[in-house]
């Protein structure tokens, strides 16, 4: 099989994590997350950061080619910069990681 088609058939993971940060700590949270995802590098396939509308509610979504690459990316920095944003959490957030199963790309004019 070519390695083209072996690298059609490799899923990405996602790492999703849905929470609630204390009243006017979402700008604050933001920086924070844009900033750890900086740090990344191998493996890193892009990174989301939703915020439902009038609330400090979001689902972050930091999509991996392998799992063992998101452990291999938790850098010192990293840890620095995830303490920093843990007491910005109203409380402790919902993880978990999901295989993508399908991947849709949009139409670019």
């Known amino acids: 099989m070519s390695e083209e ?17 204390k009243p006017g700590k979402f700008a604050e949270a933001q920086r924070l997350y844009e900033k750890a995802v900086s740090t990344y590098k191998q ?13 400090d509610e979001g689902i972050a979504i930091i999509m991996w080619e392998k799992l063992e690459d998101m452990e ?14 843990t007491p910005l959490f109203a409380k402790s957030p919902v993880t978990d990681f999901y295989e993508v199963s399908s991947e849709i790309e949009g139409y670019s004019d």
Do not use: C, R, W
């Open 5 to 21: 088609f072996l690298d059609f058939l490799q899923h990405k993971y996602a790492y999703v994590a849905i929470g609630e940060f």
């Open 72 to 85: 291999s990316n938790h850098s010192e920095m990293y840890q620095k910069i995830l303490a920093e944003m």
């Open 43 to 55: 493996g890193f396939k892009g990174a989301f950061l939703l915020q439902k509308p009038g609330t």
